[in-house]
């Protein structure tokens, strides 16, 4: 079968879907601000919310609907007349409103739950869609559970709400239990006995199989997918929006199709969602986790640094990750060691590496982990030239004005400045360039734990600009501030040893 349309609309629901994971609730103001990133970052809809749910809902799912005028907005309800009036009523400033109506369709829900008949949820689908229509210039209408629905049903509903006004019809796998082959069955049969509609899909991922669920509907025929950033979502969560779409691009030659995300804002996207909600993806989650693109056996750091096609299917600028992380661990080797050195400034000779690569491991032996003052550190004639921290303090707390004092020592000399900020790190942050006399950019600073529990070890990395040359440097420390001191200091010695060479 060949499909005309080569573009998936993105159906974004981190607002709605995303927010009901347990930790990743969002105020209006909250998610004001991710709207406008979800609005950059080039999805087709975003769901703002459920307005009959909460005052704070509405107000959230109106707040987004008068700014955000580039991407269809929608809000989503019951197929329950107050529901979708308050959804209606709340839209009425979005220049391109989706009233977005549910039904459960599956027996056990119909009998269960909504305790009513398969012919009373047919009329209630029909009225809700022909009432939601009334309100919005389209309308979806969602089968809820629909891939535990008896097909001859789902269908007379599917095209009762088509007939009474529903564009989209979507067919969630609510519960996570299909298999990629029994959903794409589904939707082929879908798109077939409903040509006009667009077949819309929602999948959760209670066996992990959500984006391979949607991938198979979307070679069914599916044109609309449903997705979150970080795949959050009820449960196990949604489908990830930055796995699906980058799996079509990477892919794209096999799938056929294509969506409109301008996949570099990817990364950041993530991380604005994380430093909302505090909930970050797991390390090794695809694309956004932080070791996605980051490679610590020695065998693939040297394949990379051959040719990054060696090990990595996209590249991080693609998904809008800086650079490939090189960990410098047991397993790195000296290809490794040398281009974190090169990045600070340091370049040695052939046996000068071999030496400092069998430290590295042996260090990485007893601390897992070897950041750029370990690494420093091991390079003797460098020491005294550095900028190092000797100690630093801080006066923080909600009624004093934030204060550092830093003690730095460099170029062999010891010197101390204080200054006052926004915070302590900015405070201590000045302190340094008031220490050592310079004024820098800091373009990009960035923090995560490395360990769990309140005592965890934070590593931060921080990209700065010292007159033309930017550097970054890593720093790990159970005091945060005391890690992007170090880090800190790091890129500004790398910054001073580029300026040296390039004099
Ligand atoms: O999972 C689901 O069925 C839903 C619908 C309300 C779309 O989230
Ligand atoms: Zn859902």
Redesign the pocket.
């Given at each position: 079968m060949t499909f005309p349309n080569p573009f998936v609309t993105i159906f974004d629901?981190t607002l709605r879907?995303g927010e009901q994971s347990p930790g990743c609730s969002m105020n209006p103001g909250e998610k004001l601000r991710l709207a406008r990133q979800l609005e950059r970052l080039g999805v087709d809809v975003i769901e703002a919310g459920f307005p009959i749910a909460s005052v704070a809902e509405a107000q959230a799912v109106e707040r987004i609907s008068g700014e955000i005028r580039t991407v269809r907005v929608a809000a989503?309800a019951r197929c329950k007349p107050k529901d979708i009036e308050v959804a209606g009523k709340a839209l009425r400033g979005a220049a391109r409103p989706v009233l977005?109506t549910?039904l459960a369709t599956s027996a056990i829900h119909l009998r269960d739950k909504l305790k009513i008949t398969a012919a009373e949820a047919l009329v209630q689908a029909r009225e809700g869609v022909a009432l939601a229509r009334s309100l919005a210039s389209e309308v979806e209408f969602?089968a809820?559970?629909a891939s535990r629905t008896d097909y001859t049903y789902l269908l007379e509903v599917l095209r009762a709400v088509h007939e009474a006004g529903a564009r989209v019809l979507?067919v969630?796998d609510?519960v996570g239990y299909s298999l990629p082959h029994e959903y794409a069955e589904m939707v082929a049969k879908l798109v077939r006995d409903i040509p006009t509609a667009v077949i819309s899909v929602?999948c959760?991922n209670d066996l992990g199989l959500a984006v391979a669920n949607s991938l198979a509907a979307i070679g069914a025929g599916a044109r609309q997918v449903?997705c979150t950033i970080n795949g959050i979502g009820?449960r196990a969560g949604n489908t990830s929006l930055e796995e699906i779409v980058m799996a079509l691009k990477v892919r794209r030659e096999t799938l056929g199709v294509e969506t409109r995300v301008k996949t570099e804002l990817l990364a950041p996207t993530s991380a604005e969602l994380s430093t909302v909600t505090g909930v970050w993806p797991q390390p090794n989650k695809a694309i956004v986790g932080r070791n996605a693109f980051a490679h610590e056996a020695g065998i693939h750091q040297h394949g990379i640094l051959a040719n990054p096609l060696t090990y990595e299917i996209m590249t991080p600028a693609s998904v809008g990750v800086g650079e490939t992380l090189l960990v410098l661990g047991k397993h790195s080797g000296r290809h490794a060691v040398e281009k974190r050195l090169r990045g600070l400034g340091v370049t040695l000779t052939v046996a000068q590496l071999e030496d400092v690569t069998t430290r590295v491991k042996e260090l990485a032996d007893r601390k897992k982990f070897v950041y750029d003052d370990d690494l420093l550190s091991l390079l003797d004639h460098h020491a005294e030239r550095r900028p190092t921290l000797i100690r630093y303090q801080t006066l923080s707390g909600n009624d004093v004005i934030p204060t550092a004092t830093v003690e730095v020592e460099a170029h062999g000399q010891r010197r101390t400045a204080s200054a006052v900020g926004n915070g302590p790190l900015d405070a201590a942050l000045k302190a340094t360039d008031a220490a050592l006399g310079l004024s820098l950019e800091l373009l990009d600073w960035h923090t995560r734990a490395v360990s769990s529990g309140k005592d965890a070890l934070a590593e931060v990395t921080v990209r700065v600009r010292h007159r033309d040359q930017e550097t970054v440097g890593q720093a790990a420390s159970t005091d945060s501030i005391e890690a992007s001191l170090k880090a800190y200091l790091s890129a500004i010695g790398a910054a001073e040893r580029a300026i040296e060479v390039a004099a």
């Open positions: 629901t879907d989503l977005h549910f969602s809820e559970d979507n969630p609510t929602h959760h449903e009820e």
